[in-house]
């Protein structure tokens, strides 16, 4: 309880990208190579997460539904060594409890799994299936018994967007992962899963985009720096297409997109912004994931310094580019 009041506090489930966002990242998790997102009527019909992870034991599929039951904090400490997506032990509690759950899930090959059926948090079946090893999790009617939320939800295309922006930053945060989304059948999202980023950049951005790209190389003491930067030619009006992977997690930092920008200063025209997927690596506790678990922004105990090399090895990139 004591460490629960350590994590800010945050609703969990704020829309169906929420529940994309929980799902998939215990996917990852679990291990998975594979994931599949089916999603209708931009989630608020039906999410479906399709995994090939190593599944729940059948002794805690129920127990995944009470809240903090599984979070995988042990010591107050931890949260400063978190390298687990999931560490509240909350999602499946929460967004169970506003929609239609159905499970499926096996952790073993011989083809035999569990199904458990919950609604607006009431278990209504479990009892045995058959399944292969994997989890298959559907959320319907995400919000049917909570009508004042549901009454905030935008329109299809705009939570499909939130959706779509989740598993871009899924796939870029795992290009080993295959991922797929799908909505109401068609296909927006399909990365390999074969560990090349700019594979993942061409099927978010495309081929020609993905053309565009420098490859960024560095290394500090503290920091490792990878991934891509376009061209000072392939700009964008928006500066959402500036994202940042650090030790395998999405973030947003201000500090760091700022300190690329600068490397681009006299290259870039007024109001564009480079096409950016930059992967830092650093001993987790140079980093503070917690500044709010569901908004993705973070901290650095030493941000100067880390802003300085950013901006030093974007700068040396293009300056070697233009020579
Ligand atoms: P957390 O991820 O914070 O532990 P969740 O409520 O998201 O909490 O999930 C509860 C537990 O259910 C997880 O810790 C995990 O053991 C199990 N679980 C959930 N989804 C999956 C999955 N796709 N594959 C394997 N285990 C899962
Ligand atoms: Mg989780």
């Given amino acids: 309880e004591h460490i629960a009041n350590q994590i800010a506090a945050g609703e969990v489930v704020e829309r169906p990208s929420s529940v994309v966002k929980e799902l998939v990242e215990n996917a990852i998790d679990a291990g998975s190579t594979r994931v599949d997102v089916h999603v209708e009527e931009g989630g608020l019909m039906s999410i479906r997460v399709v995994d090939n992870g190593e599944g729940i034991h059948p002794d805690d599929v129920e127990t995944a539904f009470y809240r903090h039951a599984t979070s995988k904090i042990t010591h107050g400490r931890d949260l400063f060594q978190i390298t687990s997506l999931g560490f509240r ?20 090959e011989d083809g035999q799994a569990r199904r458990i059926v919950i609604e607006g948090g009431r278990l209504q079946t479990h009892e045995d299936a058959a399944g292969r090893r994997g989890t298959d ?29 989740v598993m871009y930053r899924m796939a870029m945060s795992h290009p080993e992962i295959a991922f797929t989304l799908r909505h109401n059948g068609n296909t927006l999202l399909q990365t390999m899963g074969n560990g090349d980023l700019l594979q993942v950049i061409a099927a978010i951005y495309g081929t020609s985009a993905a053309k565009s790209m420098l490859q960024l190389e560095a290394e500090s003491l503290d920091y490792r720096i990878g991934g891509f930067v376009s061209l000072p030619e392939w700009t964008r009006s928006n500066r959402n297409a500036m994202s940042t992977i650090i030790n395998g ?15 681009y200063h006299t290259l870039l025209p007024i109001n564009r ?14 980093v503070d994931v917690n500044v ?32």
Avoid: C, W
Wanted: hydrophobic letters at 45%; proline letters at 5%.
């Fill in 292 to 323: 709010h678990p569901a908004k993705l922004e973070v901290r650095f105990s030493k941000e100067q310094e880390l802003y300085a090399f950013v901006e030093e090895s974007v700068k040396e990139l293009l300056q070697r580019q233009v020579l």
């Fill in 249 to 263: 997690r999405f973030v947003r930092n201000y500090g760091l997109n700022q300190a690329i920008l600068k490397a």
């Fill in 137 to 165: 999790f559907t959320v319907k009617e995400l919000f049917y018994n909570t009508p004042a939320r549901l009454k905030y939800m935008k329109t299809i295309q705009t939570e499909l967007g939130h959706i779509s922006d």
């Fill in 89 to 108: 032990g909350e999602a499946l509690p929460s967004i169970a409890a506003v929609s239609k759950v159905e499970l499926l899930t096996s952790d073993a």
């Fill in 273 to 286: 912004y480079p096409l950016v997927v930059m992967q830092l690596e650093m001993h987790p506790s140079l």
